[in-house]
Structures are given as structure tokens and as C-alpha cells.
């Protein structure tokens, strides 16, 4: 196996800190290494400022292998293309190439835009359900003159979703380049050819899993796949390998083709089988179904109406390269896609979920699949070099993925001087969450603690309903900001929680994980309680049936480490970071059955019951914050 040490000195030479010695990240790089030199699988687990993107992108590129790196967060998509690649290619003296690569609906399609224009004021107003957003159109319009990406990610502030998707297309509508008359202009396929010349690829987990439940149509050939954040991949990956149908799928489409027909019988058929389908589903959203005799007549009813539509746009004739070409072509498509999903859900196998996500005014019928590993096994094992990683990796993960049992997760540890840097709290006095008065003294304690933190806390609820209370009675009781998750975007709130210190950011399960707050405007991280799936869920408790005997411990038990996991980890991000992480759940501290696994999967902060002792750490903190503050000032 070829040393990677001296590569990897070269390239943490060139960062600004000059080089830190990280053990963990050097253990690392070896395994990477001998994992691309193999065309082995490596799970590796490394702690938060491990270093790990330079510990997989230096042997790659020092290697020579064109690789695919897949991720969950638009953040470390960005990090990757914008510094870490470009980092170890300098510092290793490589011509490597960097694309960045995501799913079509992400770019502008141009003849949709060109066709929008061009529409009458009522096809216009169909298209964008009865709304009129002049402001966001313009505004689109003007960026699409001027981008050279197509990426709505550009886009500040963010278009509304009806007004994007009426100049975009997804996957399961676009007829490809060569049969489109914009096709020469299309971002999306700049974007893959990019791609195809690149020697780094940059994309997203879901873009990753549709690909190999295509058997590998979208992703240009490669000899390395590094899966960063890997803890999200089973979830993702049995979502990318199901199907979904649903009465907005079918209103979408009717508007679409409404101005393509002769005729509004068939759109209109469309309609009726969407409100036949919600009144059905929308009694039963978060909940598993049965494909019972009505359900299966309204599905095969969808499915008749789409293929006749189907077959009325193939009678239309066209002259190639004109809009309405484009449209037929689109909409045929859209029709295929339809079509192939109601039958995947008609055709449900005894290892598939059907349940109903979404929402009582958009239900959507999904099948979600509980076993990918023949899709992993024919596509990915075995055909490459695999890393999985990230700070938490749960115990199973391999086997999830159709893994043998004896494939190990190594764990690299953090630099980070834990015990120094902060405590955990547990604090054994609060009631269980059962109790009917667990949540009122959740906010009690939080108040004092955020007192005492001068602000500088980030609070993460298991539940919605469970944040608004809080905010709603923290607001009244704290002499200080409270952001709330849904007030505005992600971003815009991290960003006013940076810029203030002496505020309160209040969130639910997307905050828990991919948020980076470090320095002295986070020092307060607070859990409102162990983060175990709900009994309810019904992909969660058909794992828990295949699971029999042994699904908390395989199902349960992990899922929860992992979020505890990943929730704590926001706290410390830098060498010179401290705080506390305040579990406001007496259980992870009196469950003698499970909290040892619980308390083993969270980093290694000084453990504490005592109140006072977190009170008096927070209040000093909070001086020396302030006292630097004042300094700097």
C-alpha cells in the first residue's frame, strides 16, 4: 500500500492554521488509502474536527482516481468545490478538475422560460396556480440573462416553489438535449458535461441513489465513491428507490397539458382522479395503508387517464424544434413517469411500505422500500472503491446496507480536548417526557440556563409543537431575542443568530445536524429529549416488525445515538469552543437498560447532575465573552 502521510503533510502545510497534527485525520487517510488501492468498502467514523474531507480527497487525488464525492448538505457540496478540492490539488500539485453536480429541477430550464413568456396571461396564471408573483418573475428573468450556472441556489432571495417550478423541469419530464429546441443552451446538460470531464464530482446523496436505481445513467464512470454524511444514506437510498403518486402529481400534469390538447375532457379526468385520490389519502397522512379495493380502483382509474392522455398527445402532430414539440415531448415524458410509478405501487412487493406523507391538502401514496442491498449489491459493492463516513456513523449501518456482518466502522478520534472544552448536563430532577408536566418544566429549566448562557443557546425540539410553546412562552419570560425555525429561511436565521450573540435560536430536526455555529455566539446547546423515532411511523415501524425481538436495539437505539449524536456535536466546532450541552431528559442519565449506549455515542464533555455547576460555568462564559467583547470593541 503506498504511504499517504508525506501527501497529506503537503497538503495541511497549506492550510492557515500551518499544519496541526491531527492523528485521527492521518489514520484516516490510510484507510481511504487502502481502500482505493483495494477496491474495498471502508466505513470510518470521525469525530467533528477530525479534518475528514482533506482525509479522503488527498488519497483520491493523489491517486489519480476519478472520484464521486456524495453528500447531504448543500453547505459541504459548496466547501468541497469552492476550497477543499482546489486546497489538496495545490497542495499536492495535481491538475485536478472539480464539477459540481445536482438534479435537474435545481437548473433553469430555458425553453420552459421562453415558452412561459411566450403563454397567454391564463396559461401563465394555470401554470402558476392563481397567483401572480410579478416581482419574483422579473427577478428570475433578469438572473437568467446573466447566469452562467443556471443554479437556482444563486438566486437571493429564493424564488417561491410554484414560481420555480414553472421554469424548471424535474427528471421524469424532460425529454433529453437533442429533442428540445433549447437544448444546445441547457444548464442541466452543461452541468453533466462538466461532470464527465471532471476528476472530482460533486453531488448529493439523492442524485447518487437515482442513479444507481437506474443502474447508473446519470453519473459518468467512476473508480471511487466517498458517501460524507453517510448516516443519512439508508433513509435516502430507500427513498430514491421508491415511488410516489399523489393528487398534486396529477393537477400538475393537467395543467400542463391543458394547452396542448384539443380539448378539456381528458385535463378534466385528470382533476377528478387528484380529488378522488386526496379523499382517500388525506385522512390517513403519517400513516401506513393497505392497497384496498377503492384505493386500487382509484389508482388503476389515475392510470387509464394518463395513458389515454398518453395516447392523444402521440396523435398530435408537431413540427420538430417548435414549443409545442417541446411540450408534447415533456408532457409525454411526465405521462411514462406516471404511469411506471402507479404501477410500482399497484405492484408492491411484502418488502415495501405503503404509507401517506405529506399533508391533508397534498397527500401523496408512497412505497418505500425496506431492503435496497440487491440494487446496492448489482451497482456499487464490489465495483468500486465505497467510503462511507461521517462524525456518527450508528451501529448497523453496514448491515442496512447489505454489508457482511464482519465489515468493522472504524472510529478515528476528534482532536478536540473534550473534557476541557465543556460539560454535559443531564438534568435527573425534570420528570419523564410522558409526564403531562414534562414540557412546562423543559421551558423552566431552559429559562434559567439561558439566563445564566447570557443568550448564545441553541434550543432543538423532537417536535414542532413542542418549539412553538416554547417560543411562544420564552418570548414572554427572556429579555432577549427568540428565533424560531419557520419565522424565515435556514440560512437568514443562522445568519441573525451569528450576528447577535445574546440570542436564542429555537429549531427542530433539520438544525440538528449540517449547522455550523462556532465561537463565543454559541455556548448553549439544549435537547429537549431523547431523540427516539415516533411509535407511529410506518417505514420506522416496518423495520421494527422485520426487526421482531431485537428492533429497539436495531432500529430504535441507533437512530437515537445518531441524532444525539449529531445534535450535541453543534456545540464544539473549533480547538477553542466551550459550552454545554444540556440533555433536558432524565432518562439518558436513570434508563440503566439503554443509556450507556446513548451516553458512549455522544463526544467525551465532562459529565454533570449538578445544576449549580452548569449555572455557574454558563454565567462565566458569558463574562469572558463579554469581557472580549469589550476588547475587541
Known sequence: ???????????????????????????????????????????????????????????????????????????????????????????????????????RS??????????????????????????????????????????????????????????????????????????????????????????????????????????????????PEHDAVIFDEAHHLPEVLAATCGTEIGGGRLRSFARRVRSTLTDDELPALLDRSA???????????????????????????????????????????????????????????TATGLVNDVDGIIGASETDVLWIDGSDSNPVLRRTPLDVTDILEAH????????????????????????????????VGSPFDYPELGLLYCATHLPEPRMSNAREAVRNEMVDLINAAGGRTLGLFTSASAM????????????????????????????????????????????WQGVDLPGDTLTLVTIDRLPFPRPDEPVTQARRDQAGRFAFKLVDLPRAQMLLAQAAGRLVRRTTDRGVVAVLDSRLANKKSYRWDLINALPPLRRTKDRDEVLDFLRTLDAEAKQTGEHSA
Request: charged letters at 25%; proline letters at 4%; aromatic letters at 4%.
Open 106 to 219: 435545481n437548473y433553469l430550464c430555458k425553453q420552459r422560460l421562453v415558452e412561459f413568456e411566450r403563454a397567454s396571461s391564463q396559461e401563465q396564471l394555470e401554470l402558476l396556480r392563481g397567483s401572480s408573483p410579478g416581482l419574483e418573475l422579473a427577478a428570475v428573468k433578469t438572473w437568467a440573462e446573466s447566469t452562467e450556472t443556471g443554479d437556482k441556489e444563486e438566486l437571493d432571495p429564493a424564488p417561491s416553489f410554484d414560481v420555480w417550478r414553472a421554469v424548471s423541469v424535474g427528471a421524469d419530464e424532460c425529454p433529453g438535449a437533442s429533442r428540445c429546441p433549447s437544448g444546445a443552451e441547457c444548464f442541466a446538460e452543461r452541468a453533466r458535461s462538466a461532470a464527465a470531464e471532471a476528476d472530482v464530482i460533486v453531488t448529493n446523496h439523492h442524485y447518487y441513489g437515482l442513479d444507481l436505481s437506474s443502474g447508473g445513467v446519470l453519473l
Open 380 to 411: 456499487l459493492w464490489g465495483e468500486r472503491a465505497v467510503v462511507l463516513t461521517s462524525a456518527t456513523l450508528p451501529d448497523g449501518l453496514g448491515i442496512q446496507l447489505g454489508l457482511d456482518e464482519t465489515t468493522p466502522i472504524e472510529r
Open 1 to 103: 500500500m503506498s504511504s499517504i502521510q508525506d501527501p497529506l503533510g503537503r497538503v495541511t502545510q497549506a492550510l492557515p492554521s500551518g499544519g496541526e497534527d491531527r492523528p485521527g485525520q492521518r489514520a484516516m487517510a490510510e484507510s481511504v488509502t487502502r481502500a482505493i488501492d483495494e477496491g474495498s468498502t471502508a466505513l470510518i467514523e470521525a469525530g467533528t474536527g477530525t479534518g475528514k474531507s482533506l482525509a479522503y480527497l488527498t488519497p483520491v487525488i493523489a491517486a489519480g482516481k476519478r472520484a464521486i464525492v456524495a453528500t447531504a448538505t448543500i453547505a459541504l457540496q459548496d466547501q468541497l468545490v469552492s476550497n477543499d478540492v482546489p486546497l489538496v490539488a495545490d497542495g499536492l500539485g495535481a491538475d485536478t478538475t472539480v464539477a459540481l453536480l445536482k438534479g
Open 468 to 511: 412553538r410553546e416554547a417560543a411562544e412562552d420564552l418570548r414572554e419570560r427572556l429579555d432577549m431575542p427568540v428565533l424560531m425555525q419557520g419565522d424565515s429561511s435556514k440560512q437568514h436565521l443562522i445568519e441573525e443568530f451569528k450576528a447577535s450573540p445574546e440570542t436564542v435560536l429555537l429549531a427542530t430536526m433539520s438544525f
Open 275 to 333: 380529488i378522488d385520490l386526496d379523499n382517500l389519502l388525506r385522512t390517513g397522512v403519517g400513516e401506513g395503508v393497505e392497497l384496498d379495493a377503492d384505493l386500487v380502483s382509484a389508482l388503476v382509474s389515475a392510470r387509464d387517464r394518463v395513458d389515454k392522455v398518453l395516447g392523444a398527445l402521440k396523435k398530435i402532430e408537431t413540427k420538430d424544434g417548435t414549443d409545442a414539440a417541446a411540450k408534447i415531448e415533456r408532457a409525454t415524458v
